[in-house]
C-alpha cells in the first residue's frame, strides 16, 4: 500500500484563525486530492493536483487553498476558518499502476 | 459532468441474507467504477473496482460487483451478510475520458446494518 499520513488528526480551531492541514505520501505518486466528508454528501472534492505546483479546483472549493511544493507533501489551507467547515477532511493519492486510489486516516477538524 | 446515485442511505439486512447495495453513474463514456467501506471513525478502504475486461469483479470479504453498461449501474453484493459487514459503503466513478483530470466522484452513501 502506498505511505499517506495526515496531520494532525484532529484539531479544534476558532472561527476566523488559518488552518493548514498536511498530507504526504512516500511514493512519488502524481496525483493527490483533498476531500470533505460530511453526513449526507458523501465525500465532496476540495482541490487536486497533478504535479508539482499544479494545482485545480473541486466542487468545494470556496474558502480552501491548496500548495505543493515537494511531490510528497499537499498541503490545503482554511485561510478563515467558518464553522461549516468542520467536517472530516481525507486526502488521496492515486496509482497510476493500477489505477487504484489509496486515502489517508482522515482529520477530524472542529471550528468553534 | 459525471454524477454517482446510491439507492437507500440506509440499508438492514439480516445476518446470512443477501446484501444489495445499489449504485447508477451517469456518464458519457463507460467510468471506472469504485466501491469502498468505511468502518466507524476509519478512513475509507477499497473494496472492489473496475477499470477493464470482466464485468464481473469479485472484491475483499466476500464482496462482488457487476458492471451493467446498459443500466449505467455497478452494483454491490455479498451472498450472507456477517455481523463484520456494519460500514458505510461508498460507490464512487472516475472519468476515463478526460485523461490527465482524473478525480473520483462519490455517491452520497449508504449505511448497511445487520440485523441478529
Known amino acids: 500500500d502506498a505511505g499517506i499520513t495526515q496531520s494532525p488528526r484532529h484539531k479544534v480551531t476558532e472561527t476566523g484563525t488559518p488552518v493548514t492541514l498536511r498530507c504526504h505520501q512516500t511514493?512519488?505518486?502524481?496525483?493527490m486530492y483533498w476531500y470533505r466528508q460530511d453526513p449526507g454528501h458523501g465525500l465532496r472534492l476540495i482541490h487536486y493536483?497533478?504535479?508539482?505546483?499544479?494545482?485545480d479546483k473541486g466542487e468545494v472549493s470556496d474558502g480552501y487553498s491548496v500548495s505543493r511544493s515537494k511531490t510528497e507533501d499537499f498541503l490545503l489551507t482554511l485561510e478563515s476558518a467558518t464553522s461549516s467547515q468542520t467536517s472530516v477532511y481525507f486526502c488521496?493519492?492515486?496509482?497510476?499502476?493500477?489505477?487504484?486510489?489509496?486515502f489517508g486516516s482522515g482529520t477530524r477538524l472542529t471550528v468553534v | 459532468a459525471q454524477s454517482v446515485t446510491q439507492l437507500g442511505s440506509h440499508v438492514s439486512v439480516s445476518e446470512g441474507a443477501l446484501v444489495l447495495l445499489r449504485c447508477n453513474y451517469s456518464?458519457?463514456?463507460?467510468?471506472?467504477l469504485f466501491w469502498y467501506v468505511q468502518y466507524p471513525n476509519q478512513g475509507l478502504q477499497l473494496l472492489l473496482k473496475?477499470?477493464?475486461?470482466?464485468?464481473l469483479v469479485k472484491g475483499i470479504n466476500g464482496f462482488e460487483a457487476e458492471f451493467k453498461k446498459s443500466e449505467t449501474s455497478f452494483h454491490l453484493t455479498k451472498p450472507s451478510a456477517h455481523m463484520s459487514d456494519a460500514a458505510e459503503y461508498f460507490c464512487?466513478?472516475?472519468?476515463?475520458?478526460?485523461?490527465?483530470?482524473?478525480?473520483?466522484?462519490f455517491g452520497t452513501g449508504t449505511r448497511l446494518t445487520i440485523i441478529p
Open positions: 464512487a466513478v472516475s472519468d476515463r475520458s478526460n485523461f490527465g483530470d482524473e478525480k473520483l466522484t
Open positions: 473496475y477499470t477493464t475486461g470482466a464485468t
Open positions: 493536483s497533478y504535479g508539482v505546483k499544479d494545482t
Open positions: 511514493e512519488n505518486h502524481r496525483y
Open positions: 488521496a493519492i492515486r496509482d497510476n499502476r493500477n489505477y487504484g486510489y489509496t
Open positions: 456518464s458519457s463514456v463507460p467510468p471506472y
